[in-house]
């Protein structure tokens, strides 16, 4: 068996919008049970709210529960943001139909990222973690949180493979990693429902040639996306490392904090003091 890779959105969202799949990742993932109405692509509210059109990658909801499921490739510090954004969005988007603050359906936001975490660049921290899962219920003095709300935000990334990880999330984890670094030989676990459906969707000999061809244009809209991105990184890291030379610092704590090359800051320098002169 041979599997697409389930970071591209094409055999993504033809997985995980298999009801078996979705009822048993959501399963695993959050312990629920769900039986949605229907689960829908590309998702978006309307009208909008705010400034920012949302649209997610995967949406299904029940009578009680809200759920959303988002696949992101590339990832950059803001995704942190962008995904509380849209976890918040979902919450407060049911005001509209109701008649007070209360708010219906629980939400749950599942973010799968595939790429290894950048440097944190409000912290400098990198974080290696599998799973984090972020909820809004308040602590009193003592830290201990008052279970007021039950809306989760789960990010899941698999190449951080931990020893301590639990099975549940463990099967879908290597399953993602499997479809990317080792598709001719998933070492996966098929005796979990929802597994082994996915990878019979997303075998080979399951994936039609307009899927084939929907998939090629995805990859080449995610280089142009990665190309824009990493020449706006590019240039937020030169303000950094200006404003550090601005501030005294010297060239080997500016290369250890931004990973420019000590050539790259000196050539910073010459330009800073030609524009000072």
Known sequence: ????????????????????????????IVGIEVNPEKIETEKAFQPKLGNINFRYDVFAEDKEKRIIVEIQKVEYDHNFDRFLHYHLQAITEQQRTSSDYSVDRTVYTIVLMTAPY????????IYQDEVLISNLNPKNLKG???????HELIYLN????????????RDWLDLIYESIHNPE????????EGVKRVAEIVSYDNISPEEWELSKIEVSKRKV?????????????????????TLGADDNFIAATTALTIEQIQELRKKSNN???
């Open 225 to 245: 996306i990665t190309l824009e991105r990493e020449e706006e990184r590019e240039e937020t890291t030169m303000e950094i490392a200006e404003k550090m030379i």
């Open 275 to 277: 524009d000072t002169n």
């Open 144 to 150: 201990i949180a008052r279970q007021i709300f039950n």
């Open 185 to 192: 030989n998933p070492q996966i676990n098929i005796q979990n």
């Open 118 to 125: 950048k440097i944190n660049t409000k912290t400098r921290e």
């Open 158 to 169: 698999p190449n951080y493979k931990g020893p301590d990880t639990p099975q549940n999330y």
């Open 1 to 28: 068996m041979v599997l697409a890779r389930l970071d591209n959105e094409v055999f993504f969202k033809k997985a995980f919008t298999d009801k078996i799949v979705f009822k048993s990742f959501v399963r695993d």
